[in-house]
């Protein structure tokens, strides 16, 4: 069987079940398309493909000895590099973790390890996760498949573009303020930020601890319910952590949306919108409306409020977990001259944004300050989660744009670092109100993905999944592929 | 609110010394204008009516989270030193914080 990278993770497993194809196999075909466009996508950090292909010897192996094995096993996957992997580099694409090598496995590692995933890499990002396209990344930006002129969102880029280039059937990312969801967006996948506290972020690098959330990429609603369910639950290790049971996540995608109470958020449908970005928010109404579902209008009054408190919350934080990368017990150490050693590190450790960031933080929190800013934002948060009960007390799930523009060109929009804040308007709110959303693919507009972002209350996974599926069942969006010749294709020596 | 104003050089300094961050004088320059511009557009903040709302530092109900009182083997000090930029009998090596030892 050729092109084994174009298969869907709920179809590979049945393959691998029924031993039509190996483990190994599916790796080395994943390896061969990462070969084969990564010089164009850049999307990994790093490949582990000695691991990789241990990984899918040893799945291979325990299958062949008649062992049961769960539906990830023997999965290929990409990781972003702000989760913790022992023994792999993991750098948070930044120069002050640039040599990090963890001691210990991220829990959502843990748990797809233990699933008999195969993790094909690390993926780049926004430095530290800070940023809304991955030119952040102190190493090299990630290119969109979709265009390779184009930035692929952020600041899981390297996720996004991976799954959405075929170099990986899943991925994981992080979400603080949509940078799970906008990267989907902008490169045609399906992309979900859980409820605040459904993942453990034990061995994620902490950005903005109130904020983040461990979410999954893939090319289907089926196949982010699968790996939700792997990573979804209780940790011990992670205080924020909900002990609450997790569902049957495949189980909830019945295609069966019928009177289901969809709600329309006006804010969601102002002027910053792109025209092509509204006009596929509209034809998902329409598309759901045609399935059963009941459409009302509604309002989230304080959303016009969301980026402003999220640009004091998410830097503040930030600028107190950085405060640990000093230059003594791990990453970069710069002590030379008499200069203080920790100013010194962290000057020639962070990149811009992240400098602005830890800035614009300390400023908020600092004496004088912190009522006007840090306290009246977190105040603000109070009244954006209020929007969001009300509108939940009406309806089930919430329908919008995920982001107001399809993917940018690259170095369009890094002097301005406010109008790269914007592109996070619509997925900031729920972060800050700690409810879940997903982004899937919408339609096109100019040949460029447009997503279309579906809201839930706490804990509404299943249900942003139920109708994700039931969408996907009578739409084909998410099922085409960008255009992506590779080293192959254009005759090029492979690397 | 008057409190609410814009960055220029001396409060940049004042927040990268808090911030433990050393500034070439062009980011000095940079930063003074860029985060006098954010706080423009973040100000609006200041229209919204809060003077009846709690803060959440959380979206979870805040509560205490005991762990088990159980022993566990921690990490072999090797491990943990393994990233250490200066190590030295099984300790992290750092500047003298006191002078003349």
């Not at chain 2, 050393?22 to 930063?31: I, S």
Request: glycine residues 10%; negative net charge.
């Amino acid at each position: 069987m050729s092109e084994l990278w174009r298969l869907s993770i709920s179809d590979a497993s049945a393959a691998l079940a029924r031993r039509e194809i190996s483990a190994v196999e599916l790796t080395r075909a994943h390896l061969d398309r990462i070969e084969d466009v990564e010089g164009q996508v850049r999307a990994f950090v790093t490949v582990t493909d000695q691991d990789a292909l241990r990984m899918a010897e040893d799945i291979d192996r325990r299958r062949e000895e008649g062992e049961q094995l769960g539906p990830l096993a023997g999965i290929p996957l990409a990781l972003k590099d702000v989760l913790s992997t022992k023994g792999v580099r993991t750098t948070c694409s930044s120069r002050i973790l640039e040599h990090f090598v963890p001691p210990f496995d991220a829990t959502v590692v843990t748990r797809l390890r233990n699933a008999g995933a195969i993790f094909l890499g690390k993926t780049n990002m926004d430095e530290f996760a800070m940023g809304s396209s991955t030119e952040n990344s102190a190493f090299f930006p990630t290119h969109n498949p979709w265009d390779l002129e184009r930035v692929p969102g952020g600041s899981s880029g390297g996720s996004a573009s991976a799954v959405a280039a075929g170099e990986a059937m899943g991925a994981l990312g992080s979400d603080t303020g949509g940078s799970v969801r906008q990267p989907g967006a902008l490169t045609n996948t399906v992309a979900l930020k859980p409820t605040y506290g459904r993942v453990s972020r034990y061995g994620l690098i902490a950005f903005a601890s109130s904020l983040d959330q461990v979410g999954p990429f893939a090319r289907s609603a089926r196949d982010a319910a699968m790996l939700l369910q792997a990573i979804a639950g209780h940790d011990p290790l992670d205080s924020t952590s909900l002990n609450a049971p997790v569902p049957d996540y495949s189980a909830a995608l019945t295609g069966d949306i019928t009177g289901l109470r969809v709600g329309v958020p006006k804010e969601y449908f102002g002027e910053g919108a792109e025209p092509g970005v509204s006009e596929a928010a509209q034809g998902a109404i329409e598309t759901l409306r045609g399935l059963g579902a009941e459409i009302g209008a509604c309002s989230l009054p304080h959303t016009r409020y969301g980026v402003a408190a999220y640009y004091i919350i998410a830097p503040a934080e930030c600028s107190a977990n950085l405060a640990r990368y000093d230059g003594v017990k791990y990453g970069l150490s710069v002590r030379d001259g008499d200069d203080d050693p920790t100013a010194a590190t962290r000057a020639a450790g962070f990149g811009a944004e992240v400098k602005r960031r830890i800035m614009l933080g300390a400023y908020a929190l600092s004496s004088g300050y912190y009522d006007a800013y840090y306290l009246k934002a977190e105040k603000v948060r109070t009244l954006i989660r209020g929007d969001f009960d009300d509108a939940f007390g009406r309806f089930d799930v919430l329908v919008a744009p995920t982001s107001p523009t399809v993917a940018f060109k690259i170095g369009e929009k890094v002097s301005d670092p406010y109008a790269m804040y914007l592109n996070d308007v619509y997925t900031i709110p729920t972060n800050l109100a700690g409810n879940c959303g997903v982004s899937i693919p919408g339609g096109f507009s100019d040949g460029l993905p447009v997503g279309v972002q579906l809201i839930g209350p706490m804990l509404g996974e299943a249900t942003l999944l139920r109708v994700a599926d039931a969408f996907q069942r009578v739409t084909d969006f998410h099922t085409r592929w960008p255009d992506l010749p590779g080293a192959k294709g254009r005759g090029r020596k492979r690397r | 609110m008057s409190r609410l104003m814009s960055i220029d050089r001396a409060v940049v300094d004042h927040v990268a010394r808090l911030a433990r961050l050393a500034l070439t004088e062009d980011e000095r320059d940079r930063l003074a204008e860029q985060l006098s511009s954010i706080l423009e557009h973040i100000n609006v903040i200041s229209e919204a009516e809060t003077s009846a709302t709690a803060a959440s530092a959380t979206v979870l109900p805040s509560r205490d989270v005991m762990a088990a009182d159980v022993a566990r083997p921690s990490e072999p000090v090797a491990a943990l030193l393994a990233n250490a930029p200066a190590q030295e009998d099984g300790y992290f090596r750092v500047r003298a914080v006191l002078e003349d030892e």
